[in-house]
Each structure stands twice: as C-alpha cells, then as structure tokens.
C-alpha cells in the first residue's frame, strides 16, 4: 500500500482542465515537499512540479500545483493528447524518507 | 544537458547479489545528492536511497536496509548500487535520479532521471 493516496485514473477531453489528487498526512504532503512526475509509458519520469506549486523550466504552464492540508493537487489544464500518461506525486517524509503516490493514469478522450 | 545511464541489470536469483551502476555526464556530479527509484512491473514508483555529496551519508527505505548499500565515485562521475539478499520483491526498473533542494539539507525532489535498468529475481 502507498504511503500517498491518488486516484488510480482519472480522464478528460482535449481542452479541458483535469485535477488529480494527493492525500497523504501531517508527516509527508502536510510539509511543503511535495512534488510531481510524469511517466509515459516505457519512459523515465519526469519533473513536472516542485515543492508544491514551482515548475522546472520547460514544463508548461498548463501544469499547476497546489495544496490544502494534507491534500496536494496536480492542475492540467488544456488538456491535449500528449498529456496522456501516468502522474506520481512524492513528499518528504519524516525520518528522512521519500514516499510515492500509487499512480493516477490520466486519459485524453 | 544533464545524462544519468544506468548499467548492472539482469536476471539473478534469490539470495544472489548484483551492482547497479548510474554513470553521470554534463553537471558537476560531486555537487549533488544522488538517489535510486525503483518501479516494479505494472506498478508505481518507490524511492530506494539517497547518498550525499561526499558520500558521507547514506538513506535508506526500510524494506532495503541491511541488504542494499548506495556509494558513489566522484572521480568517476559514477553512482553504485549494491544489492545483496535479493528477493522476488525486488523485481523492479532500478532508475538513478538526482536529487535536489531548496530550502534544508535533504532533498525533496528528483529533477533528472535516467532510463533505467531492469533487475529480474527469479530462480
């Protein structure tokens, strides 16, 4: 069982905005550390968000990051085709561990 | 641009050992936190271990202590790691990522990743 709780899929039609959500506790997304990857299929992850609401350059704007809680959320908005694929979020826990999301498949009707 | 490659992977059976290797290119490796990520078949990602700098401190996920040991070779821009005691559990894609900062000491986030090497334990 993953530390972090996300939906295991969530879907959208292109233009359309999506949300994908994170849960953890006080102990991991509770901190500000949390960050977002995405994953293509057979590919590495990537960095798409950083300590909650930064973007690494290059990754688009579409891509926005907030918090409430312990509840992290993953904002794309205008969707498009290329978006498909799989979304991790990961924090920084207590004792000086790194915990993952299970994963949330994202579909672009 | 930053390259991670990671080498070491195959099929080894329970109990046996095996050393992954992550060769590092374009960034002042020494400078930097490096990590492991594994991500078993179908399944999501888990953070393995972070090593320092200077390679005087070593982290640990839980279900790994005591059998996988992270090293590193700034001379050689190389990162390690060494798995012993393997269990079919430890089937996974083993990614070498960098790991980074902002505000503390420990690092939060992975913002390079290689792609990856593929560990199999199986008799």
């Known amino acids: 069982q993953s530390a972090l709780t996300q939906p295991r899929s969530v879907s959208g039609s292109p233009g359309q905005s999506v949300t994908i959500s994170c849960s953890g506790t006080?102990?991991?997304?509770?901190?500000?550390?949390v960050s977002w990857y995405q994953q293509h299929p057979g590919k590495a992850p990537k960095l798409i968000i950083y300590d909650v609401t930064k973007g690494p350059s290059g990754v688009p704007d579409r891509f926005a990051g907030s918090k409430s809680g312990n509840t992290a959320s993953l904002t794309i908005s205008g969707l498009q085709a290329e978006d498909e694929a799989d979304y991790y979020c990961?924090?920084?826990?207590?004792?000086?561990?790194?915990?993952f999301g299970g994963g949330t498949k994202l579909t672009v009707l | 641009e930053v390259q991670l490659v990671e080498s070491g992977g195959g099929l080894v059976q329970p109990g046996g050992s095996l050393r992954l290797s992550c060769a590092a290119s374009?960034?002042?490796?020494?400078?930097?936190?490096m990590s492991w990520v594994r991500q078993a078949p179908g399944k999501g990602l888990e953070w393995v271990a972070n090593?320092?700098?200077?390679?005087?401190?070593?982290y640990y996920v839980d279900s790994v202590k005591g059998r996988f040991t992270i090293s590193r070779d700034n001379a050689k821009n190389s990162l390690y790691l060494q798995m012993n005691s393997l269990r079919a559990e430890d089937t996974a894609v083993y990614y070498c990522?960098?790991?980074?900062?902002?505000?503390?000491?420990?690092?939060?986030?992975?913002?390079?990743w290689g792609q990856g090497t593929l560990v199999t334990v199986s008799s």
């Open positions: 090593i320092k700098q200077d390679g005087g401190g070593e």
């Open positions: 990961c924090s920084y826990a207590v004792s000086l561990r790194l915990v």
């Open positions: 006080i102990s991991d997304v509770g901190n500000n550390y």
């Open positions: 990522a960098r790991g980074r900062y902002n505000s503390g000491w420990y690092p939060d986030y992975f913002d390079y």
């Open positions: 374009e960034f002042t490796f020494s400078g930097y936190w």
